[in-house]
Nanobody, 123 residues
Framework: QVQLVESGGGLVQTGDSLRLSCAASGRTFSGYGMGWFRRTPGKEREFVAA????????NYADSVKGRFTISRDNAKNTVYLQMNSLKPEDTAVYYC????????????????WGQGTQVTVSS
């Protein structure tokens, strides 16, 4: 089982940047894609971004395209989410997960969820 720990969240202002990290331990996530999701109170967890094992393929939600960048360093077992031009609507708890089923970016295709890191963007 892979254990994932997210970090890097915080309170920022509109237009600021943050970089989230997701460190993996335990069984390696070798060969798997990784993803970031987020959840706000009263809403379901929504897909934010995903990256393939090699990093050669990425995918983003329309709401973050052009502002967020997902990357990974397999030597460090870490996945990152660079978030620029943050908006109040980006406020959420951000989770990383392993993409065990690459057929889609639906939440059910991901697992080994981390505990999440809070991102709050003030207006």
């Amino acid at each position: 089982q892979v254990q994932l720990v997210e970090s890097g969240g915080g309170l920022v202002q509109t237009g600021d940047s943050l970089r989230l990290s997701c460190a993996a331990s335990g069984r390696t996530f070798s060969g798997y894609g990784m993803g970031w999701f987020r959840r706000t109170p009263g809403k379901e967890r929504e897909f934010v971004a995903a990256i393939s094992w090699t990093g050669s393929y990425t995918n983003y939600a329309d709401s973050v395209k052009g502002r967020f960048t997902i990357s990974r360093d397999n030597a460090k077992n870490t996945v990152y989410l660079q978030m620029n031009s943050l908006k109040p609507e980006d406020t959420a708890v951000y989770y990383c997960a392993v993409q065990y089923d690459s057929s889609s970016y639906r939440e059910k295709n991901f697992g080994s969820w981390g505990q999440g890191t809070q991102v709050t963007v003030s207006s």
